[in-house]
């Protein structure tokens, strides 16, 4: 199981991954693009694989995303499915959130405000 932890990939990204009894929240922060989505998807394969009920991915302080973290979060809500854990997307705001909307990804994942 994952423990607490902040995994600090740069001043511009950053990661903390929180196990909350039968819930894990990955906490992103920064820019999600190209070069971070990898990392980021990294991390929540790993809490996926642990098989809670529930991973929250927390964009709420993500400011900038691009099509990689798009393409990114359909592919780990598949993942997660495959291995019977629901997956919730908390909102971010800003540009971020227009990207979101622009590719109605809401119509595919629970988001959340």
């Given at each position: 199981?994952?423990?607490?932890?902040?995994?600090?990939?740069?001043?511009?990204?950053?990661?903390?991954?929180?196990?909350?009894?039968?819930?894990?929240?990955?906490?992103?922060?920064?820019?999600?693009?190209?070069?971070?989505s990898p990392?980021?998807?990294?991390?929540?394969?790993?809490?996926?694989?642990?098989?809670?009920?529930?991973?929250?991915?927390?964009l709420s302080?993500?400011?900038?995303?691009?099509?990689?973290?798009?393409?990114?979060?359909?592919?780990?809500?598949?993942?997660?499915?495959?291995?019977?854990?629901?997956?919730?997307?908390?909102?971010?705001?800003?540009?971020?959130?227009?990207?979101?909307?622009?590719?109605?990804?809401?119509?595919?994942?629970?988001?959340?405000?």
């Amino acid at each position: 199981m994952l423990s607490d932890r902040r995994i600090p990939e740069s001043e511009e990204f950053a990661v903390a991954v929180h196990d909350r009894g039968t819930t894990t929240v990955v906490e992103v922060s920064g820019e999600l693009d190209i070069a971070t989505s990898p990392i980021l998807e990294e991390r929540i394969a790993a809490a996926i694989l642990d098989e809670p009920e529930t991973v929250v991915i927390d964009l709420s302080s993500v400011g900038f995303m691009d099509s990689t973290a798009v393409s990114l979060l359909v592919r780990v809500a598949a993942r997660a499915q495959a291995h019977g854990v629901r997956l919730l997307v908390i909102q971010p705001h800003g540009p971020a959130a227009q990207v979101l909307d622009v590719c109605r990804l809401g119509e595919h994942l629970p988001i959340i405000d």
